[in-house]
């Protein structure tokens, strides 16, 4: 009874903490040296572990650098007792992650027996004062977030004791949670290349300012491939290690791009009426190189999410195309709608110049404040 009075913190923490709405800051952290991430998953009768280390850091304690000899170094920091029997556990897969120099270990624990009283006690680096391992525990609903390290180094979770504490309708969950920082699938990759794009508000910009004043889908078709290929190009040059400048040098000109678009549509639409397809013409004509140019320093933009999120090197070339293609379609639902509505008011002069000249005029602003921000901030 005097160890359940002793976990409570640890409990009150995992019943006052959903998972729903958790972003993790932890593996941010993973690739450091000194730091390692650890994600331990509790489901119906199994016990899953993400352990997340950096390759030096591993390399260093361990008697040989291939694979099997790293997973047995792995398991043997990781000890699981299920009510005082030890579970047995086993590497079931591993990924290097070249981008940020790290391995990624998932374990899996045979408990035998339904959960009840759980210690992982964590062993590696054990000679390291200087060495945290940031660890998560999930937990059906909950979560619990906290530091293994040389003075801390095991955790207690009573599960059987949650469980009566939360009454008869709380179980554990069938299936396993998934792990933030987790190795992720193509479909991983095509969802954080489309939300990249909606939630990055200077590319949505950019894309926008860009189509602002094409006249047809042959010249929405030639932009956006233009854009396309030049970000494809510089998103593989970083993703791949070969040239990877400084975010201080490639924000400011993405948000330079903004300003210098709008400013353009600005420049050909300023005339309304007089010579209007003339201007539109010379805007399309110049606006593919534009789109070229300046998607390379986007392609440089994008890849920074992508560094953060990972390339495993044996699916290298899948991942990526995965991302590009994920960031293809969240260009088009971007510029579908606006340039539809655009299209079929082109011809009403009276409401298209308006818009057009409205919209450019607050791209541009925003483009010129962000350029001012980004300018203060890396100077």
Request: glycine share 8%.
């Amino acid at each position: 009874m005097i160890r359940f009075f002793s976990l409570a913190p640890l409990i009150a923490m995992l019943v006052a903490n959903p998972v729903n709405g958790h972003v993790t800051e932890f593996f941010d952290h993973a690739h450091k040296s000194g730091v390692t991430y650890t994600a331990v998953g509790l489901a119906k009768g199994q016990v899953q572990v993400l352990y997340t280390v950096p390759r030096a850091d591993l390399e260093r304690i361990a008697s040989a650098n291939d694979l099997e000899s790293l997973s047995r170094v792995v398991t043997s920091g990781f000890e699981l007792f299920n009510a005082e029997m030890r579970c047995k556990g086993r590497v079931i897969d591993a990924v290097e992650y070249g981008a940020i120099a790290a391995w990624q270990f998932k374990l899996e624990f045979d408990c035998k027996e339904p959960l009840d009283f759980l210690r992982l006690h964590y062993d590696l680096f054990r000679d390291d004062s200087s060495h945290g391992n940031y660890t998560e525990i999930f937990l059906g609903d909950h979560f619990l977030q906290l530091v293994l390290n040389k003075d801390v180094p095991f955790v207690d979770i009573a599960v059987a004791h949650l469980a009566w504490e939360r009454g008869e309708g709380w179980t554990l969950p069938d299936d396993m949670p998934r792990f933030p920082g987790v190795k992720p699938r193509l479909s991983d990759y095509f969802s954080a290349g489309f939300n990249h794009v909606l939630t990055g508000y200077d590319h949505l910009a950019f894309i926008l300012a860009l189509v602002m004043v094409l006249s047809g889908f042959a010249q929405l078709a030639w932009a956006i491939t233009a854009f396309t290929l030049a970000h494809s190009v510089t998103l593989g040059i970083s993703a791949s290690n070969l040239l990877v400048p400084e975010p201080g040098l490639i924000e400011p000109i993405i948000a330079a791009s903004i300003v210098y678009v709008g400013l353009e549509n600005l420049f050909y639409l300023r005339r309304r009426y007089e010579n209007f397809e003339g201007a539109i013409r010379t805007v399309i004509h110049r606006r593919w190189p534009v789109a070229f140019i300046f998607g390379l320093a986007h392609g440089f933009g994008f890849s920074y999410m992508l560094r953060d999120l990972g390339l495993p090197e044996g699916e290298f070339l899948i991942s990526l195309a995965s991302f590009n293609l994920g960031v293809e379609a969240g260009q088009l639902a971007v510029v579908g709608l606006p340039f539809i509505g655009l299209y079929l008011i082109r011809e009403q002069r009276r409401f298209y110049l308006p818009i057009a000249i409205a919209c450019s005029v607050l791209i541009s602003s925003v483009g010129f404040f962000w350029l001012y921000e980004r300018l203060i901030m890396w100077i």
